[in-house]
């Protein structure tokens, strides 16, 4: 079948199984032209509340599934591709968290939405890229342990500087990975671009930055900014997007490394397979118990209360 028949195919069989799709903007360009909902993780959770379908595949990565699972417990979640996680959200425990939070009781646990259930379950609130300043600000408390991202906590410490943030260290593998000398010859290659990046990058590099935001943030900016010419410090697929969206504008990728390995695993034939899939009972389901969901949503009802 070629692409275009594929993405018609997918549209209707979305129809028949009454099953929208999620998809991360660091999906490939196919996936999010047959999606019903785009966007980056805050987005999306609230997007997962508010639809109205039997059935939701998510493509992402396995905590965005889980979080959409949570806030539409009484939906099917599918994922196309059961081995898209995330290792940031693995990088912490939840007995280790738990035994830090008792030895110092005044101090309120922030996870960074990229964080499994269980880990979800032992935090008092859980924020995404957009929304962390936000929240933490609005938090009625002074003192705060970040997690598990450590160069977002640091990102979030210097916009809050009033509160007493600790952090642990953690975050992103592509993200962290890119440093202050790429960032530096970028800028020296494009000089009449502005510098767009994702706070999960080191502070050596955000300091570098015109603008530090969630994925949602960078593509918003650069689509009202009247600059033409961007350097675009985040997953490479933003600046194709970016491309397609804004052609009389030019954007530059950071660097070639970074890409999501995770979030490229989905591919359009695998979201055909799982809506083939949901009526056969092959398709990858994401199943919790009610206890976990119950505790784990606490800090994404948090969330949505303080983010809003
Ligand atoms: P956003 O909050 O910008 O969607 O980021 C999610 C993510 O995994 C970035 O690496
Ligand atoms: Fe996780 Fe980083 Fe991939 Fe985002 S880009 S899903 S934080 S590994």
Known sequence: MKMHELQEEI????????????????????????????????????????????????????????TAKMLSPQKRVFMPCKDAGCPMAEQMDADIISQLKAADPDRKVVAYVNATASLKAVCD???TSSSAVKIVKAMDCDKILFIPDCNLGDFVRRNVPEKDIKLLQGGCPVHASITETEALKAKA??????????????????????????????????????????????????????????PDKKFYPLS????????????????????KGITTGEAFEILMDDKLIADARKCIDEMIRLGG
């Not at 994702?198 to 603008?211: F, G, R, S, W």
């Open 256 to 275: 070639k490394n970074l890409v999501c390995r995770n979030m490229k695993l989905t591919t359009l034939p695998d979201v055909y397979n799982t809506l």
């Open 189 to 246: 290659e494009h000089p009449d671009a502005l510098f767009l990046v994702h706070p999960e990058c080191v502070p050596k590099v955000t300091a570098l930055a015109d603008y530090v935001g969630s994925t949602s943030g960078i593509m918003d900016f650069a689509a009202k900014s009247d600059a033409k010419e961007f350097i675009i410090g985040t997953e490479t697929s933003i600046s194709e997007h970016l491309q397609y969206e804004c």
């Open 11 to 66: 549209i209707r069989l979305k129809k028949e199984t009454n099953t929208a799709i999620l998809a991360h903007s660091y999906q490939a360009r196919e996936i999010v032209e047959i999606a019903d909902f785009t966007g980056d993780s805050y987005k999306l959770s609230v997007d997962a509340m508010n639809i109205d379908a039997d059935n939701i595949i998510f493509c992402g990565v396995h905590f965005m599934a889980e």
């Open 125 to 127: 609130v859980c924020v």
